[in-house]
């Protein structure tokens, strides 16, 4: 076929039911397209296409300063994280993906010591909270890893650690980074 002006079509010449159509179709094929390799995704995860499921089991609590709620909390958090990021199924137990581990540290100390005439004092305290996680790819067992992740946050001098325990927005964003921080090892290659 000899293409010339008059059976050339571009978008812009179609009229405009004929473009929506046209832009929709894209739409439609344009993830298609790039989920043709199964591996690639917007939320930048790396997972091979025969990972389906996903298991985590509760992060047990062993640092003794750690609020009661925490494990649970922290456990609940991740499972949200990465149903809200990955496609991956959870399950109870068994995931192509596995995650278990503990709450090692929950440590509040002074952060930056000040010198209030002869005596020393907290100007900011810190909360340290480490995660110790071993992570299971059932698929390929070279991506298997333990680690320890750790997240802090400064904290006023004038708040105590029952006021921090009590702040449920401020070890969520501690336990958010780790969280983030596990994602991105396990399932985005970071």
Same mark, same amino acid.
């Given at each position: 076929?000899?293409?010339?002006?008059?059976?050339?079509?571009?978008?812009?010449?179609?009229?405009?039911?004929?473009?929506?159509?046209?832009?929709?179709?894209?739409?439609?094929? #344009?993830?298609?397209?790039?989920?043709?390799?199964?591996?690639?995704?917007?939320?930048?995860?790396?997972?091979?296409?025969?990972?389906?499921?996903?298991?985590?089991?509760?992060?047990?609590?062993?640092?003794?300063?750690?609020?009661?709620?925490?494990?649970?909390?922290?456990?609940?958090?991740?499972?949200?994280?990465?149903?809200?990021?990955?496609?991956?199924? #959870?399950?109870?137990?068994?995931?192509?993906?596995?995650?278990?581990?503990?709450?090692?540290?929950?440590?509040?100390?002074?952060?930056?010591?000040?010198?209030?005439?002869?005596?020393? $004092?907290?100007?900011?305290?810190?909360?340290?909270? $480490?995660?110790?996680?071993?992570?299971?790819?059932?698929?390929?067992?070279? $991506?298997?890893?333990?680690?320890?992740?750790?997240?802090?946050?400064?904290?006023?001098?004038?708040?105590?650690?029952?006021?921090?325990?009590?702040? #449920?927005?401020?070890?969520?964003?501690?336990?958010?980074?780790?969280?983030?921080?596990?994602?991105?090892?396990?399932?985005?290659?970071?």
């Amino acid at each position: 076929m000899i293409w010339n002006r008059r059976n050339r079509i571009a978008i812009g010449e179609l009229p405009l039911l004929g473009r929506r159509r046209a832009v929709a179709g894209l739409a439609l094929l #344009l993830p298609a397209l790039l989920s043709g390799c199964g591996v690639y995704s917007f939320n930048g995860t790396n997972i091979d296409p025969s990972v389906k499921t996903i298991s985590i089991q509760t992060f047990q609590n062993n640092a003794p300063n750690a609020p009661a709620a925490l494990s649970q909390r922290f456990t609940e958090d991740i499972k949200d994280y990465f149903q809200r990021n990955t496609t991956l199924k #959870l399950v109870p137990r068994d995931g192509d993906l596995q995650f278990e581990g503990t709450i090692a540290a929950y440590d509040y100390a002074p952060a930056a010591i000040q010198q209030a005439g002869a005596i020393s $004092q907290a100007g900011s305290n810190r909360l340290t909270i $480490q995660v110790q996680l071993r992570f299971t790819n059932t698929k390929d067992s070279k $991506q298997d890893f333990e680690q320890t992740f750790q997240s802090q946050a400064d904290f006023a001098a004038t708040q105590d650690i029952a006021t921090v325990n009590n702040d #449920l927005n401020a070890i969520r964003n501690i336990t958010r980074n780790i969280i983030s921080d596990m994602f991105n090892k396990s399932v985005a290659n970071w």
